[in-house]
């Protein structure tokens, strides 16, 4: 199989160079500004519609007072934020401390710059594309300001001088090495069938069909992985309240505070973005009104197209929020390692056979049917494998008596983790008599001795 003849089948556009550097300055820096603007204005209204949105599934009003129908209540927040007292605890690491959230938050909004909003249109006159720009190598850029991203979070963590935030920290260093490997993968299919990294020639290649159809394994797995990466339920262990207070962010207040959580949503804005550029068919619009409007995808209207699948993929987020809860460690661990990562790379596999046999000539019809039966037959062995294997660990955790430092010695079952015995000299800090029930007599009591 030759990877670079498939990568070959869709030659590059050479229009792709030509349509990007040669703009004018104000053009330029008028890109910029409205991918700001536009980020900034998503933050706000998903911040609005995610607190009605959950405050409606759990039958509470939300927020109402700031505004139309609290609409302005993200920006009174913001304002709140970013007037509150900025308080650094005395042992932090200073530089790292103030470093970190801006490393967070900078990545985020670079990201975003190459997401196509539409086709070439006319400003003052000047033909241009609704997007920042383009590369060959677009969506390595989003890989790669996601990696740095997680540098932010990371350095949080160790500056704050905190076990919390340290943990937090570490959690999420190990959750985007475990997701962002496994979205990868997911990519690799797409650059497959569409010859090319860039952004627009993804876009362009799905004319005629979405690759949601054709590659609906990776965009599953790209889902999946996008929540992961976002550091939200159910994935949001290195926030986890329950046991590390606050997470990487508990010694932050006011603006540092208010830069991650900009992160977390534009973050949220971007993967839901790139969701659309590569499986929806990008600024394309849907089938059924392209059949009655042969105008559907000309001029600005795509840009409405972009905007309500994006939007669709925002709420998707926050309807998991508010009906999911929070997932274990190994049981993230676990997805990410041993369930995505071994399906990414069978899918690939069978994805790069079938593109190859494709370009030599093959009938289509049995490629498909015969990778369906491959793919099925794989996926049927993988869940009685690790079902097997599942009721054989169970059933090892349950036997009566099994290890000698955590079996209670009452034929009760061991527990599955270690736990000190109850009569150890030191338990908790206190000594065994320390440990030991109290008892006096009434005369002791009568006479004060006690």
Known sequence: MRVSSVLAAAPPDPTLEASFGRD???????????????????????????RRVIGRMQLRVGPNRAGPFGLLQGLADGVKLALKEDIVPRNVDKVVFILAPIMSAVPAFISFIIIPFGPTVSIFGHHTPLQGTDLPVAVLLVLAMSSMGVYGIVLAGWSSM?????????????????????????????????????????????????????????????????MGESNRIPFDLPEGEGELVGGFHTEYSSLKFAMFFLAEYINLATLSALATTLF????????????????????WWPVLWFIAKMGLFIFFFIWLRGSLPRVRYDQLMKLGWKVLMPVSLGWIMLVATVRALQLEGYDMRQIMLYGAVAAGVVLIATILWETMRGDGDAAKEIVPGAGSGSGTGTGEAAPAFPVPPMDAPHYHGRSA??????????????????
């Open 24 to 50: 004018p300055w104000w053009l330029i820096g008028g890109k910029v500004l409205a991918v700001f603007v536009f980020l900034v204005v998503t933050v706000l209204l998903t911040m609005w519609i995610e």
């Open 162 to 226: 905190s076990p919390y935030s340290l943990l937090g920290g570490l959690r999420s260093s190990a959750q985007v090495i475990s997701y962002e490997i496994a979205m990868g993968l997911s990519f690799v299919a797409v650059f497959l069938f569409a010859g090319s990294m860039s952004t627009t020639e993804i876009v362009n290649a799905q004319a005629d069909r979405w690759f949601v159809l054709l590659l609906l394994p990776s965009f599953v797995i790209y889902v999946v992985t996008m």
């Open 280 to 299: 929806l068919g990008g600024w394309r619009a849907p089938a059924p009104i392209t059949m009655v409007w042969e105008g559907a995808n000309t001029g």
């Open 433 to 450: 008599q320390a440990s030991q029930p109290v008892t006096t007599t009434r005369e002791e009591v009568g006479s004060g001795t006690h």
